[in-house]
């Protein structure tokens, strides 16, 4: 049995659905959670704000809106005036849109579509952890022992996760295509796949770990009711995975069971 996730974690798209239970589950741990949404003060957050209150001092609730800069920046500004010297242990990208919907096929995608989900899938993952690197490298340098690069790396101690999508597999698209076409919700998330190799690459030289979870087709507003996967049920099968992570998992993706997707 692995360790349970500890210390300051980021979740984003923090207000309902996968992201709303990764907070309620984390928060039951020895964690401090920044659970980030783009309308904390919205009916749509009620939910969210709730948790606060179960959780007294252990969730706080920041503005972000993963398609704006400004947004992003001045989130990690208000993580930054009150995470202390700890730093951050683990940013989870969860936000993410898929537009026109399901099944989207080719006549229904145009370039809004596809600039948006492109935007908010992979421009705000992709920022928001460029933007954060330096409180994760903090967190990194905390473990004196280790002093080589990609040396122990693991969730408890700092790394990213980019929650992605079975759907954005390249090897496997042609087995799950013509049921769900959804060309600007696929791209988006074979990109994020790069930005997640990418970084796993640029990243571990400063012992940060990444690496892309697909959290299986799950019943939630973007996964429909027919989705066999219950939030519960996923996001516990993730963070078991995710205390597990080590070195070897750098730069993969995996699903919520741990089993290897190929790109
Ligand atoms: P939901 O549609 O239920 O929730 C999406 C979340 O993302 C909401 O909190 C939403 O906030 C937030 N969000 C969307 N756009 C933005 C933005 N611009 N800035 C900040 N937050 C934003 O989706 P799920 O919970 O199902 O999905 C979570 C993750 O899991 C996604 O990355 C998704 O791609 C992935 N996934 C889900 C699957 C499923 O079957 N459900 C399958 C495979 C992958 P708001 O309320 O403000 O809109």
């Not at 537009?99 to 948006?116: C, H, I, N, V, Y």
């Not at 990109?191 to 979870?213: G, Y």
Request: charged share 20%; with cysteine; aromatic share 4%.
């Amino acid at each position: 049995m692995s360790e349970k996730l500890k210390g300051n974690i980021l979740v984003t798209g923090a207000n309902r659905g996968i992201g709303l239970e990764l907070v309620k589950q984390l928060a039951g741990d020895e964690a401090h959670i920044y659970a980030c949404c783009r309308a904390p003060e919205g009916s749509g957050a009620e939910a969210l704000r709730d948790l606060t209150t179960q959780y007294p001092g252990k969730i706080s609730i920041i503005q972000l809106d993963t398609s704006d800069e400004d947004s992003i920046s001045a989130a990690v500004q208000a993580v930054n005036k009150q995470i202390g010297a700890g730093g951050l242990n683990l940013l989870i990208n969860n936000a993410a849109i898929n537009k026109p919907g399901t099944p989207a096929p080719l006549s229904a995608s145009g370039k809004k579509d596809m600039m948006e989900v492109y935007e908010i899938n992979v421009v705000g993952p992709f920022l928001i952890a460029k933007m954060l690197l330096p409180l994760l490298q903090r967190a990194a340098e905390m473990d004196s022992t280790v002093k080589d690069e990609g040396d122990k790396m693991s969730c408890r101690r700092s790394a990213i996760i980019n929650i992605s999508s079975l759907a954005g597999s390249i090897k496997i698209c042609p087995e799950n295509f013509a049921r769900a076409q959804m060309y600007p919700y696929r791209a988006s998330k074979a990109a994020l796949n790069m930005v997640t190799r990418c970084q796993s690459e640029d990243f571990k030289r400063h012992n940060i770990l990444v690496t892309a979870i697909h959290p299986g087709w799950v019943r939630t507003d973007m996964g429909g009711q027919e989705a066999p996967l219950s939030t519960q049920d996923s996001v516990h099968g993730m963070l078991a995975i995710m205390s597990s992570l080590s070195n070897k998992d750098c730069g993969m993706l995996l699903d919520w069971e741990g089993n290897m997707i190929p790109w």
